[in-house]
């Protein structure tokens, strides 16, 4: 039932992928967000292979795949998935895209249209944090407290940043990252994919929790004026990760409903 | 983004009942599965000592950590068995303004309801007790209706009315606490006797078990006359009345979900093999502590969490088809209506499938079977459907003549 695929290993970084689902139609090719890996989307995974064979993947860093590239980016990561789908023979797929992976399906629609039949994006990343007041004021004195830091430690050669600053400031996603991964995510949140968002001419659907703390749902809506072909749902009472535990069938409902609506032709 | 339109769901769980933290559990999947887009949950909590609470705290596991002191942050509710109110009376509101005293004294404000999911297991919530309140408010409610519950819920009564359908049940028989009293002739010894006459139950094993509770709780096997007595005494902890069968050597439980169709036919899901621990009888911890504890950290999951074998390839298909043909007989006979869980016996020595018992509300309501049913049905179109049925039977049943005037009364 289970198929593992890899890129060859000559081809780095190694992919680490798990088939499941029907055997034939076009399938979904499943991105986890940051910090997770694909264990995380197995659920709604297994719940939409009753209609399309799922490729559940480890994104480069994460999982059991292999660290990407030095100074990747997610445009890197969208070429990474290129190189996965020609690897192993998808024409054509759906992309689904949590978080972290909402970004490099966004990404890798605006480049190869043509390789993608629709886009699901669940609480997705790659828009810009919009700030009242009082968030502006916050992360000015943040920035002006790291700026503060640096150089004190440029000049007497002290470590605040590192021991003082960043376990105090620092998100939970960034003393999580090490090495690569830290310069990975410090790209991604710094990024904004708005001028991509807006050549994605493929029908997407956009799933939002109402209660996303970490992507406000203000950034669905902003998505789905965006891209032209959209729809966005909003899941009243759910956060970041609407499907997590027995929300996964919440999610596998409208996600299933949307692929039905949007073509015939694909299974 | 909170849409007025979208129907409110009372989901009730909890209870007076042994099985009060697996309903949270079903009760809080429920939940978390429901489509919330077009449909409003309302939480409602019932102590073990019976009060019925609400507020969206409860839709947190570790809420109930701080059991009972937390309960002051939620709003005491009842549903009053009086037609036409449809919601639950808050109870606990706290009068407001000058002098509530004169001009406080107003009726208590109502919370609106337009269906009620029992997610109750056991006593008081799956035995017809809170399907009677459900039919004296004339609400829509899901599931089955006051006689399929409890006739459900009772073991003996449950196998003898099949039995007279031609389903097949082992030999059993039913005893009552009263036949424990010396003083009315009775005792251990006398029922002990009754048991071992008994056409079928003369010799050990016995199985013995609560008349009217699932979950395994109280279950007893008693290989000798020692063990018999350990037996009696346990089941009598949590029931007035017990039910013997014999113990079979060489069976296996087989599973099947039911689920009302959307016309008379209803549906069966694929079957499923309990595993237990030991190989033997499911305990408690089989079916709610191990298997959703074997993922460290992780939240129990009830009944959706047990080792199971779903839909097992090695299961010879006859068996399937039967219990599929059993499973559908069964809903219909009792006439249930939401979603079931039919437990049959395989005998492997006689090749005999028997009809075990029927929990009318299962735990997880049974929806990891459906889930890998062909078609698959997602645990949110489950949930949409039986509302949808639960609001078709209120309106039929609110279009029967009730009223035929005063006749007799004033006859002339």
Redo the contacts between chains.
């Keep these: 039932m289970h198929e593992r695929g890899t890129i060859s290993s000559l081809e780095k970084p190694e992919i680490h992928t798990e088939k499941l689902g029907v055997k034939e139609g076009v399938p979904i090719i499943v991105m986890h967000g940051w910090g997770q890996n694909l264990e995380s989307m197995r659920t709604l995974g297994e719940l939409l292979g009753s209609r399309n064979p799922v490729w559940l993947m480890d994104l480069p860093g994460f999982g059991k795949s292999s660290l990407p590239a030095e100074n990747s980016d997610t445009v890197s990561y969208a070429e990474i998935l290129k190189r996965f789908m020609e690897a192993n023979g998808i024409e054509r797929a759906h992309l689904l895209g949590h978080s972290f992976g909402g970004r490099v399906s966004i990404r890798f629609t605006s480049r190869y249209a043509s390789m993608v039949e629709s886009v699901i994006l669940v609480d997705s990343g790659g828009l810009k944090r919009k700030q009242d007041l009082h968030g502006k004021l916050r992360s000015m004195r943040i920035k002006f407290i790291s700026r503060f830091c640096k150089t004190v430690d440029g000049i007497f050669r002290t470590s605040l940043y590192k021991d003082w600053f960043t376990p105090r400031f620092g998100s939970r996603d960034y003393l999580n990252a090490q090495g690569i991964m830290r310069k990975v995510l410090v790209r991604a949140v710094n990024e904004d994919v708005t001028e991509d968002a807006s050549k994605i001419d493929r029908p997407t659907f956009i799933l939002w929790g109402e209660k996303d703390n970490e992507t406000p749902v203000e950034m669905g809506e902003r998505l789905h004026s965006i891209i032209k072909d959209s729809r966005l749902t909003v899941l009243p009472g759910k956060d970041h990760f609407p499907f997590m535990g027995d929300g996964a069938h919440l999610c596998a409902h409208h996600i299933l409903r949307f692929l039905n609506s949007c073509s015939s032709h694909d299974r | 983004?909170?849409?007025s339109e979208?129907k409110r769901i009372a989901v009730l769980f909890g209870g007076r009942s042994v099985e009060h933290e697996i309903s949270i559990i079903t009760g809080l999947?429920?939940i978390?599965?429901?489509?919330?887009?077009s449909l409003?949950?309302v939480p409602v909590y019932i102590t073990t000592d019976g009060r019925w609470y609400t507020g969206n705290e409860l839709?947190r596991r570790d809420f109930y950590k701080g059991l009972p002191g937390c309960l002051s942050s939620l709003k005491e509710v009842v549903l009053m068995p009086i037609p036409g109110k449809g919601g639950l009376s808050v109870l606990s509101e706290k009068k407001k303004g000058l002098m509530p005293e004169i001009f406080g004294a107003r009726e208590p404000d109502l919370i609106p309801v337009d269906v009620y999911i029992p997610a109750f297991h056991g006593s008081y919530g799956e035995d017809g007790c809170v399907q009677g309140l459900f039919e004296m408010a004339d609400v829509a409610y899901v599931g089955c209706n006051v006689l399929s519950a409890s006739m459900g819920m009772n073991k003996y009564h449950c196998k003898m009315f099949l039995k007279s359908h031609d389903i097949p049940v082992l030999p059993a028989v039913l005893i009552d606490k009263e036949e424990m009293d010396p003083a009315s002739g009775g005792g251990l010894k006398a029922v002990k006797e009754r048991i071992l006459s008994t056409p079928g139950l003369e010799s050990f094993p016995l199985f013995l078990k609560p008349a009217s509770l699932g979950s395994s709780i109280g279950l007893g096997k008693a290989r000798n006359d020692g063990e018999l007595d350990a037996a009696i005494i346990e089941a009598f902890k949590y029931d007035s009345a017990l039910i013997v069968e014999p113990c079979l050597d060489e069976k296996m439980e087989i599973n099947i979900s039911v689920m009302e169709g959307d016309g008379p036919a209803p549906r069966a899901s694929v079957v499923e093999i309990p595993v237990a621990e030991e190989g033997g009888e499911l305990t408690y911890e089989d079916k709610y502590i191990r298997g959703g504890g074997k993922k460290s950290g992780s939240?129990s999951q009830g009944m959706a969490g047990l080792t199971r074998i779903i839909d097992p390839a090695d299961l010879d298909p006859k068996y399937k088809e039967l219990a599929r043909e059993f499973g559908l007989k069964i809903f219909k006979l009792l006439g249930c209506s939401g979603t079931a869980r039919i437990d049959l016996m395989l005998d492997l020595k006689g090749d005999q499938l028997y009809f075990n018992e029927i929990n009318t509300l299962p735990g997880s309501m049974a929806?990891y079977l459906w889930?890998k049913s062909d078609?698959?049905v997602?645990?949110?179109?489950m949930i949409s459907h039986i509302i949808g049925r639960a609001e078709l039977r209120c309106r039929t049943k609110r279009a029967l003549e009730r009223k035929i005037g005063f006749k007799a009364l004033f006859k002339q």
């Design positions: 983004m909170t849409n979208r999947q429920l978390e599965a429901m489509d919330t887009v409003e949950p839709l939240l929806y889930a078609p698959v997602l645990y949110t179109d």
